[in-house]
């Protein structure tokens, strides 16, 4: 292939000249380093090209090769359990080839070239095939079996397929297409910047449980879904990013550590394999893929990282799976963007972003969803994505927040006060919302219980006089407020205090079952009831003995939650006894 | 390659543009020579076709268009690198400037570094005890942390800098450790006092200093943590020493990078720095941590001063987006007389839940700081809520943490400069101030730790309490129904905060003067029996 002559280098953009024939989106070796870059404008002769890797020491003259392809991914059994940087560049192998420090220009096969695997046939030879079928599975680990499907565009009959231990480059299968025989591996690439195709896409019918009272209580997600949270430093997106890869009821997980901190990924990379999740009991590093593009890895990789991370999703969908992605932080992938347009000498928009940010974002959530897969199954998948958001100042007028708040469905809002009241998850149940209770009802009231939506809807109205009061009470005092107001305050704190705070370094406390979550709001609603029937004194009903027991739900052990269930009847019991006091008093 | 070029084209601000050029790669350094002999150093930030783009540390004043000659180096900045570093000085671009002899480089390293592998990392988990409750019992730091403070021009943050490196230590571990200290913009003062304070303490000799003083140019502080970093991780990564990094004032560092970026008129972002400051500091930040099977690590404690005391500034904002918590100065707590003046409320220590707890520090910790903060923080919402309706508008818990927050503030807060309290007394000292709450108000503790610690440092009272709680409770119900024996009671609280205060006084008192004769645990039992006429 024709070769490249750099004339321009500024810091992540490089600038070559004599580069006819290449297209857009084609990634080219930069310098002698051959460092890797992607074309990202062509005009005449010329073309812009961002590198992944550093560019000190790159200068004009040097040479850029060509390689006619586009950003790929490579896409077969051994990419769970993977740590990856933003172009898929597997970690563990660099480090063991370079040492601790990532130096350029490495090139490195993303999937084990030698490792064998058990293929079984699921067709046999003279089953007719299309596109997306599957052909053949692979237990890549105990949680995931790997679907071996047929490239996009393939249409034939089985020629040959054997059962037996394949590398992922071997040929585990001939078809017979009308343009001849075509040859079937396990892996495949993927050009990352175009999404997947899917037969059709369809509603989100089913929550994503994450184990996260807050979350799926008041503003569930579902699968399929898209969710945002945007919340200044410190307020813990991070961290509920993590719970979520760790409790969701996903079956793949994607975490995209994206222009972050590099002890997060290790946090992970620690922590997945001792966890278990709770459903399977296996180590959730089982079922997790990790994207490692921390802040000070090269830039333009971080760009790519999302994209990266979301067609492995893709992937991984199509075999049928529910999917999972988290992007922490999608800021920091923004920034890259604005870093290179600027570079690029583009017209700024809003606060130097580049024109086409909403786009970009839009597209990017648009790759969400649940769906029905290509292939002649019906088979369905689904991806549901989790998006942080890093606002300068916390500040949610920010572009890249308006721009995400447009497309996604669920928005966790973190606020800063209650992050330094140490209420944890941080997440504001006043301005927060979720559009899906409409999907997910009826599931809900099925699987789960009938009057979920009503102790949850009393309960967020609680809260929401709650704040009401409060500002009452900031004018003229406690003492104001009637009887019946002060009830209400009392059960709006054990609803933030005793529910919705949940720490994520308990052992227990980390992960609420639905089940349970249900059963601990309605114990409080119950509380609330009970002491407006009787019209309780607020002063008796804050020395219950009751609200201790009630405080400890959260630490009730899942094996155990049939005790909050006994306790909605002591709740009752307790709380009647205080109104007969009052009444011999009276009488 | 050294090639030498006559043709500087024109200078913009710190800006150099040297015309007719070739084989001049992204990232090199020059050397710019004036007519008069006198020799600057640049670096190349942009090369297009035959022109190439200089950034000069030393700025330009001086250079002249036709006499002065660039020789462009064919390699980048690198800082040369032997365990005889420690106890010497260099400047910004990591040259010598005390009076000792060169360094034979064992290794020589580009300052910008490359970034750790993630897969590398070791999670940083060994707790180092500061000697500073606010931060050891709240905030507690760790080992291969970047923590930074958070602080406002005239607050004492350099002075609690200076008490975290005399008193940082590990519990139960006596590894070598170093100290790597630059300054970018500071003044000589300050770096004076830097200075004595490790001589005083004997560190002197196993700190590296790395000096951009506020009358030095002020581009060379873009390089001046670069070098000092390089020098840090050759410390903790080569030798496999603890290492310490100072910063201060990151400010300064950000000011200096702006300057660069007004001079390219690049596209300016919030408050006309760069958009790629987010970036830039995290390629400064993330070099701190630990590397699997390496015993070295590297600390850093970056200081930075908020312009207007504003958090949400760009600096301190994205400075908080990539440490791993901050430690936040507060004005008013200073005018109040608390010293070291830490906002604990706003301040976090991101990785404090894996460097504490049961063999690391106590079991209790973690429960005990967040009950703290609750705590802490109603306090606050009731001090609010005082200020606006008096104190008499409040319920009876909102008096208790009332008084929690001030008793907090004035004990737990505010500590001497040469005060060093181990993580012990720090817990011990958290406990005491909550034994004026209910048990039942400790929500946030494990019953277990309740069990085990609650008792033991208000033990006795608790019943006594109690009995105090019923009886105000039936004042109360006396009060609902007549209503006139509100005077009488606040009397007596008036009187009762009276002699508390006068107790208090007294105690303090007398502590400072135990402090000096007596051990600790006597110390203890004094304090408590002391306790008990107060309640009475
Ligand atoms: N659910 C939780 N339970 C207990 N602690 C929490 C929880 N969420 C957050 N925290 C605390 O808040 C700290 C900050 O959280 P986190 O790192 O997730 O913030 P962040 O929003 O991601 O910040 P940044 O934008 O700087 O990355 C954590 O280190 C932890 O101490
Ligand atoms: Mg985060």
Not at chain 1, 290 to 319: C, H, K, Q, W
Not at chain 2, 469 to 496: I, M, N, V
Request: one cysteine or more; proline letters at 5%; glycine letters at 8%.
């Amino acid at each position: 292939m024709s070769e490249g002559k750099i004339i321009r280098v500024s810091g992540p953009l490089v600038v070559a000249e004599n580069m006819k024939g290449s297209r857009m989106y084609d990634v080219v070796h930069v310098g002698e380093e051959k460092l890797v870059g992607e074309i990202i404008e062509l005009e005449k002769d010329l073309a812009s090209i961002q590198v992944y890797e550093e560019t000190e020491g790159i200068g004009v003259g040097q040479p850029v090769f060509l390689t006619g392809e586009p950003l790929s991914v490579s896409l077969g059994p051994g990419l769970i359990e993977s740590i990856y940087d933003g172009i898929q560049r597997p970690l563990d192998k660099i480090k063991d080839k370079t040492g601790n420090f990532i130096s350029r220009g490495i090139s490195m096969p993303a999937i084990d070239p030698q490792k064998k695997w058990d293929f079984n046939p699921v067709k046999k030879e003279g089953d007719k095939v299309v596109g997306g079928d599957i052909i053949g599975t692979v237990q890549e680990t105990v949680l995931i079996e790997h679907k071996v499907m047929v490239p996009l565009g393939v249409e034939g009959t089985i020629e040959k397929i054997n059962k037996s231990k394949f590398t992922v480059k071997d040929v585990v299968a001939v078809i017979k297409t009308k343009e001849g025989n075509k040859e079937i591996t396990m892996e495949q690439r993927w050009g990352v910047r175009n999404g997947r195709p899917v037969k059709k896409r369809l509603a989100p019918v089913m929550p994503l449980f994450t184990g996260q009272r807050v979350i799926d209580t008041f503003f569930p997600v579902a699968k399929g879904g898209t969710a945002s949270v945007p919340g200044p430093f410190g307020s813990g997106k991070t961290v509920i990013q993590h719970q979520l890869a760790k409790w969701a009821e996903a079956e793949v997980v994607v975490y995209i550590g994206c222009g972050e901190r590099g002890n997060e990924m290790t946090d992970v990379l620690n922590e997945f394999p001792k966890l278990l999740d709770p459903k399977s009991g296996e180590p959730l590093m089982k079922r997790t893929v990790l994207l490692a593009n921390t802040s000070n890895m090269p830039v333009a990789a971080r760009e790519a990282s999302i994209y990266t991370g979301i067609t492995i999703a893709e992937y991984f969908r199509d075999m049928g799976y529910s999917v999972a992605l988290m992007a922490d932080s999608t800021s920091r992938w923004a920034e890259a963007l604005r870093e290179i347009s600027g570079r690029l000498e583009e017209m700024p928009g809003e606060e130097g972003y580049p024109a086409y940010l909403g786009s970009k974002i839009a597209e990017f959530y648009e790759r969400a969803g649940r769906v029905k897969c290509l292939g002649s199954d019906d088979r369905e998948g689904a991806i549901s994505v989790i998006g942080a958001v890093s606002p300068p100042g916390g500040d949610l007028s920010d572009p890249v927040v308006q721009n995400t708040l447009r497309v996604v469905k669920v928005f966790w809002s973190l606020k800063a006060e209650l992050a330094y009241a140490r209420h944890f998850p941080a997440i504001d149940w006043l301005t927060s919302y979720s559009l899906y209770p409409d999907n997910v009802k009826d599931y809900i009231n099925k699987e789960v219980a009938e009057d979920f939506l009503e102790i949850e809807q009393e309960a967020m109205k609680l809260l929401e006089e709650e704040d009401e009061l409060q500002e009452m009470v900031r004018l003229v005092g406690i003492d104001a407020l009637s009887a019946r107001e002060r009830r209400i305050l009392i059960a709006a704190r054990i609803i933030r205090e005793d529910f919705l705070h949940q720490n994520a370094f308990h052992e227990v406390d980390t992960y609420t079952s639905i089940k349970k979550q249900y059963l601990m709001l309605k114990a409080i609603i119950t509380f609330y009831w009970a002491s407006e029937k009787n019209d309780a004194e607020p002063e008796k009903l804050e020395e219950l003995d009751i609200l201790e027991e009630i405080a400890r739900m959260k630490f009730v052990e899942e094996e155990e939650i049939k005790k909050i269930e006994e306790l909605q009847n002591k709740i009752k019991d307790a709380v009647g006894k205080i109104a007969t006091v009052k009444e011999e008093v009276g009488a | 390659m050294r090639v030498e070029y006559q043709a500087v084209s024109d200078i913009s601000g710190p800006l150099l543009f040297v015309e007719g050029v070739s084989g001049v790669s992204y990232g090199e350094l020059c050397t710019i020579k004036l007519p008069d002999g006198e020799e600057r150093t640049g670096k190349v930030l942009e090369v297009h076709r035959d022109r190439a783009m200089v950034q000069v540390f030393e700025g330009t004043r001086g250079i002249d268009i036709p006499k002065s000659t660039v020789i462009f180096q064919g390699r980048t900045i690198q800082l040369d690198l032997s365990p005889d570093i420690l106890g010497r000085v260099f400047d910004g671009m990591g040259r010598i400037i005390d009076e000792g002899p060169a360094i034979l480089p064992e290794k020589r390293r580009d300052i910008n570094g490359e970034p750790i592998n993630p897969y590398a990392r070791e999670y940083p988990n060994e707790f180092i005890q500061t000697g500073i409750s606010t931060i050891d019992g709240l905030n507690p730091l760790v080992r291969g942390q970047k923590l930074p403070f958070f602080s406002g021009s005239g607050l004492p943050h350099n002075k609690a800098a200076a008490q975290i490196v005399r008193q940082a230590k590990v519990l139960g571990s006596e590894e070598s450790f170093a100290v790597v200290f630059a300054a970018m913009g500071i003044t000589f003062e300050e770096a004076e006092f830097f200075r004595n304070d490790f001589e005083q303490t004997g560190a002197l000799e196993r700190v590296v200093m790395f000096l951009n003083l506020a009358d030095d140019p002020a581009i060379e502080r873009i390089s001046t943590p670069r070098a000092a970093l390089t020098a840090a991780e050759y410390l903790a990564f080569d030798l496999e020493m603890h290492v310490l990094v100072i910063i201060t004032d990151m400010t300064n560092y950000c000011e200096a990078l702006r300057e660069i970026s007004a001079a390219r008129k690049e596209v300016p972002g919030r408050r006309g720095y760069p958009g790629y400051l987010y970036t830039d500091l995290s390629t400064i930040y993330e070099r701190a941590g630990r590397i699997k099977d390496n015993k070295g690590s590297i600390t850093m404690m970056p200081v930075l001063s908020m312009p207007e005391d504003d958090k949400t500034h760009p600096i301190p904002d994205l400075t908080g987006y990539i440490t791993e918590g901050q430690i936040i100065f507060s004005r008013s707590l200073e005018r109040k007389g608390i010293s070291p003046p830490i906002d604990v409320l706003p301040s976090l220590s991101r990785l404090k839940d894996k460097g504490i707890g049961k063999d690391k520090t106590r079991e209790d910790h973690a429960d005990l700081y967040n009950q703290l903060y609750a705590a802490y923080s109603r306090g606050k919402e009731a001090e609010e809520l005082s200020v606006i309706l008096g104190e008499a508008a409040l319920s009876d818990m909102d008096k208790k943490y009332l008084e929690f927050m001030n008793r907090f503030e004035s004990e737990y807060v505010s500590q001497g400069e040469y005060e060093n309290r181990s993580v012990e007394e720090t817990l011990d000292l958290g406990w005491k101030l909550l034994s004026v709450f209910p048990k039942k108000e400790l929500k946030r503790i494990r019953d277990e730790y309740l069990d085990k610690y609650f008792a033991k440092f208000g033990g006795k009272e608790e019943e006594e309490k109690e009995e105090e709680q019923t009886e105000e409770k039936k004042t109360k119900e006396k009060r609902d129904k007549q209503g006139k024996e509100k005077k009488a009671e606040k009397d007596k609280e008036k009187k009762d905060k009276q002699e508390q205060e006068k107790d208090k006084d007294k105690k303090t008192r007398d502590e400072k003067d135990k402090k000096k004769k007596r051990s600790k645990k006597t110390k203890k039992k004094e304090s408590e029996s002391e306790n008990k006429p107060e309640k009475k």
